[in-house]
Nanobody, 123 residues
Framework: VQLQASGGGLVQAGGSLRLSCVAS????????MAWFRQAPGKERVSVAT????????NYADSVNGRFTISRDKNKNTVYLQMNRLKPEDTAVYYC?????????????????WGQGTQVTVSS
């Protein structure tokens, strides 16, 4: 399985970015797909998750209402639309995929990871 993330960059506070994660190597039925982020000196944390089959979503409180996760089955791609960005959203963003045993918000649940894409929000 390969996950290829892209779409990061530098944006001013209040702006928008859309991250993409192209998944390949298997079918993803029964998988959760997710975006995590890791700021310098901090732990990697869940931003948003989505089920591949039914597109059921979950968001961290800090991004709820500003970010939207979605998936395109035909393109095997997961997106993270980020609006009204804040300086505290600055981090490396990672996409991840796995069959989940317990909690899709936990880093330890995910078997496959993309390489990360840097998002920097200036004030």
């Amino acid at each position: 399985v390969q996950l290829q993330a892209s779409g990061g960059g530098l944006v001013q506070a209040g702006g928008s970015l859309r991250l993409s994660c192209v998944a390949s190597g298997r079918t993803f039925s029964n998988y959760h797909m997710a975006w995590f982020r890791q700021a310098p000196g901090k732990e990697r944390v869940s931003v948003a998750t989505i089920t591949w089959n039914f597109a059921t979503t979950n968001y961290a409180d800090s991004v709820n209402g500003r970010f939207t996760i979605s998936r395109d089955k035909n393109k095997n791609t997961v997106y993270l639309q980020m609006n009204r960005l804040k300086p505290e959203d600055t981090a490396v963003y990672y996409c991840a995929a796995s069959v989940i045993r317990n909690d899709p918000r936990r880093v330890s649940e995910y078997k496959y990871w993309g390489q990360g894409t840097q998002v920097t929000v200036s004030s």
